[in-house]
């Protein structure tokens, strides 16, 4: 079992930058991938960015390529999405995903789910 709590969500300008935090709880952390998922009003909830259980393997969508790097502290029980450049579409609410496996499995059948935490861009 593992539980996750977000933090690091906020109000930005077009261009500022925020850090999303996700804290799990459990003792097999370092054995799953984990990973941020977001949400648009209106819009399907959509993958953003994972991190295999080792950090050695990342993935992004597209749209955050180059402006967005997720890390994790398998020490601390951490992953962190540092969101650079953000822009109005990137307004959501964003969700820690985690999944026991690789970066795919991540991508396409996360298992636990934090409460989401909102970020705002304004232009």
């Known amino acids: 079992q593992v539980q996750l709590v977000e933090s690091g969500g906020g109000l930005v300008q077009a261009g500022g930058s925020l850090r999303l935090s996700c804290a799990a709880s459990?003792?097999?952390?370092?054995?799953?991938?984990m990973g941020w998922f977001r949400q648009a009003p209106g819009k399907e909830r959509e993958f953003v960015a994972a991190i295999s259980w080792s950090g050695g393997s990342t993935s992004y969508t597209d749209s955050v390529k180059g402006r967005f790097t997720i890390s994790r502290d398998n020490a601390k029980n951490t992953v962190s999405l540092q969101m650079n450049s953000l822009k109005p579409k990137d307004t959501a609410v964003y969700y820690c995903a985690a999944a026991p496996g690789n970066v795919l499995l991540l991508r396409t059948s996360p298992i636990y789910w934090g409460q989401g935490t909102q970020v705002t861009v304004s232009s």
């Open positions: 459990g003792r097999t952390f370092s054995s799953y991938a």
